[in-house]
T-cell receptor
Framework: EDKVVQSPLSLVVHEGDTVTLNCSYE??????LLWYKQEKKAPTFLFML????IEKKSGRLSSILDKKELFSILNITATQTGDSAIYLC???????????FGTGTRLQVTL | DAGVIQSPRHEVTEMGQEVTLRCKPI?????LFWYRQTMMRGLELLIY????????DSGMPEDRFSAKMPNASFSTLKIQPSEPRDSAVYFC???????????????FGNGTRLTVT
């Protein structure tokens, strides 16, 4: 059975801190790893990673994948209260877009 | 771009009643997914369709759950009879995937919050 594990489960930081969220996986037929941000409603897409060692970056967010050790990290620098959300990691297996999700990391950024 | 459209936004029903959730995927997407989200279990894949054909329904909890996709622009998820443990947020998502380009990221609807009393 495919498995995606995220840590920590929840995190509270002060505005301006840097955070690192972790995602490890055990799946068959790996194709890609994706990060999503979920605020009040639908998860919204952040990154898709397919190759090891290549950092994807968008503003203060960045992510990298290690296919040998089977994990990914999501970094957020200079956190803001608007970064408060659940961050979901998911792994795509197979030819369709089937995603197996982790249970998420709940991030709360306080003033 | 209208995004994935789900209805209703909220549904409150009594145990034993039939519930039908609806989804309109993004135009041009060929894959559609139904997920259920709870605090305890996170996001769980229930079923997905590719080109309107059900590919994997192994996540459907029981025979009380059924899903259809009669055409490329509409899908339903039905629960009959509903039970309190079915209470959750149900998300529909769509994407485009191909053998050559692989899978594109899923785009989620805003979900239907189902409460069964």
């Amino acid at each position: 059975e495919d498995k995606v594990v995220q840590s920590p489960l929840s995190l509270v930081v002060h505005e301006g801190d840097t955070v690192t969220l972790n995602c490890s996986y055990e799946v068959t037929n790996f194709r890609s790893l994706l990060w999503y941000k979920q605020e009040k409603k639908a998860p919204t897409f952040l990154f898709m990673l397919t190759s090891s060692g290549i950092e994807k970056k968008s503003g203060r967010l960045s992510s990298i994948l290690d296919k040998k050790e089977l994990f990914s990290i999501l970094n957020i620098t200079a956190t803001q209260t608007g970064d408060s959300a659940i961050y979901l990691c998911a792994v795509n297996t197979g030819t369709a877009s089937k995603l197996t999700f982790g249970t998420g990391t709940r991030l709360q950024v306080t003033l | 771009d209208a995004g994935v459209i789900q209805s209703p936004r909220h549904e409150v029903t009594e145990m034993g009643q039939e519930v039908t959730l609806r989804c309109k995927p993004i135009s041009g997407h060929n894959s559609l997914f139904w997920y259920r989200q709870t605090m305890m279990r996170g996001l769980e894949l229930l079923i997905y369709f590719n080109n309107n054909v059900p590919i994997d329904d192994s996540g459907m909890p029981e025979d009380r759950f059924s899903a259809k996709m009669p055409n490329a622009s509409f899908s339903t998820l039905k629960i009959q009879p509903s039970e309190p443990r079915d209470s959750a947020v149900y998300f529909c998502a769509s994407s485009f995937s191909s053998r050559i380009r692989g899978a594109w990221p899923l785009h989620f609807g805003n979900g239907t919050r189902l409460t069964v009393t």
